[in-house]
Nanobody
């Protein structure tokens, strides 16, 4: 069973920065597709960024240039560096790890970490 644990959420002012971390248990992490999602109050969960094992990252347009996703395949860690934060970034952020054969049943979620951006 793969376990996914997020950390690093909190409070930031507009224009500020926060760094989220995600620890993923299990072997062969380097071939996992790892994603960050977020869910704001009253809204559907949305994909923020996704990274394949090759290190390529794709971002939703609203965070491009402000958020940077990275991964450490030795430590089984994923990070989301968030800068130039806006109030609309306020949400619960979730880490998702999907291993082979990459079906929905092979996806594991963390418990989420709250990010609040407010002046």
């Amino acid at each position: 069973q793969v376990q996914v644990v997020e950390s690093g959420g909190g409070f930031a002012q507009p224009g500020g920065s926060l760094r989220l971390s995600c620890a993923v248990s299990g072997s062969r992490f380097e071939i996992y597709i790892v994603s960050w999602y977020r869910q704001a109050p009253g809204k559907q969960r949305e994909l923020v960024a996704v990274s394949g094992g090759d290190g390529n990252v794709n971002y939703v347009s609203s965070v491009k240039g402000r958020f940077t996703m990275s991964r450490d395949n030795v430590k089984n860690m994923v990070y989301l560096q968030m800068s130039s934060l806006k109030s609309e970034d306020t949400a619960v952020y979730y880490c998702n790890a999907r291993g082979p054969p990459y079906s929905a049943a092979d996806a594991y979620w963390g418990q989420g970490t709250q990010v609040t951006v407010s002046s």
